[in-house]
């Protein structure tokens, strides 16, 4: 709920900012490494967004692959089961490179 | 028309706990946001912790909870200072939550502050609320198959406490296999397991804990000297 409160206000604000009176689309931008479930997401959107500009607009969210990269030997790779190991040289030295993504990334509004 | 926006979600809570955290560490206080499910013994593990450690570190605990005070209820009977924060329904505490009460508390009297999260393995794990760590506590009686479902939390945290573990006999829970899953997700996680029912392993806890607290305490000093 706090997730789809920060979503409507960066749209709200967006909108607002570019003279727009209708959001008709939100598009995110999600990780696969965050305890974001998509249809509670668009639930919690949904009943928030009511009265305001972004009332009825779409929720489309883009699944960003967990993929990390080794600190010891450079290679960068998918992260399968949550392994933080490079399987190259099995160093624990592992760094997200992408999945840890909340964002909005674009707006369509009239 | 389209518009590219490229914000973060959670930024404005980011820069509230970057807020909380820059105020306590200017005090030298060790804050610690301890989570895990309802029931896995958050509250016992805090209980036990204050009993020891009240005469050697100043502790003060923030507890949230959904609508009741029980758990600060329980804190309160050790003699420590205890602020309850009411989510309402919220299931997790947030940086704002924090900031708001902070006031309340003598922070010039502090070493550390336990922030007793939301029990709840999901949405704690993407707010920081200031801390210099999480902690997750599971319980043996939850199952070796929770870190791979919860994964965040077990990843987020700077040591996981294995709590119940007398009760191991008499579960199917597999030990090892929760030790791969965590340490495969979390390669430099603290393992601490403990049962808060018989005391069992939590001398080991209390010198993490103790041993965390007094690094906090040095960075402050050494920043002091600095300026």
């Known amino acids: 709920m706090a997730i789809a409160q920060g979503i409507l206000d960066i749209a709200l604000n967006t909108a607002a900012q570019n003279d727009a009176t209708k959001i008709l689309r939100v598009s995110l931008l999600v990780g696969q490494l965050t305890e974001i479930e998509p249809a509670s997401l668009r639930f919690c959107f949904t009943a928030l967004a009511a009265d305001t500009p972004a009332a009825g607009a779409e929720l489309e969210v883009t699944v960003v692959p967990l993929t990390g990269r080794c600190r010891d030997c450079g290679g960068e790779f998918a992260i399968d089961h949550y392994r933080f ?26 | 028309m389209e518009i590219k926006v490229m914000a973060n979600i959670l930024d404005k809570n980011d820069q509230i706990a970057n807020h909380v955290h820059h105020r306590l560490s200017g005090q030298g206080i060790f804050v610690l946001n301890l989570m895990g499910s309802p029931g896995s013994g958050k509250t016992s593990l805090l209980e ?49 939550m924090v900031q708001s009460v902070l006031d309340r508390l003598d922070l010039d009297k502090l070493d550390l502050i336990v922030i007793e999260n939301v029990g709840n393995l999901v949405c704690p794990a993407e707010f920081n609320i200031g801390e210099d760590v999480k902690v997750t506590v599971l319980s043996i009686t939850e199952g070796e198959d929770k870190p791979l479902k919860y994964p965040l939390i077990f990843k987020q945290a700077s040591a996981v406490v294995l709590n119940k573990t007398d009760l191991l006999p008499y579960t199917s829970f597999n030990m090892q296999a929760a030790v791969e899953d965590i340490t495969s997700l979390n390669p430099h996680v603290t393992l601490l397991p403990v049962s808060c029912r018989t005391g069992e392993g939590l001398t080991v806890w209390y010198d993490w804990l103790k041993e965390q607290v007094a690094a906090k305490k040095q960075l402050k000093a050494v920043n002091a000297a600095c300026k």
């Open chain 1, 85 to 110: 190991y490079c399987p190259e040289c099995n160093s624990a030295a592992v760094e997200i490179l992408s999945g840890r993504e909340l964002k909005v990334e674009h707006l369509e509004v009239e």
């Open chain 2, 48 to 96: 036990q912790t204050i009993a020891a450690l009240k005469e050697e570190i100043h502790i003060a605990v923030i507890e949230g909870d959904l609508f009741t005070s029980k758990d600060a209820e329980r804190i309160e009977g050790h003699g420590v200072p205890v602020i309850q924060i009411n989510t309402g329904g919220g299931c997790h505490l947030d940086a704002d």
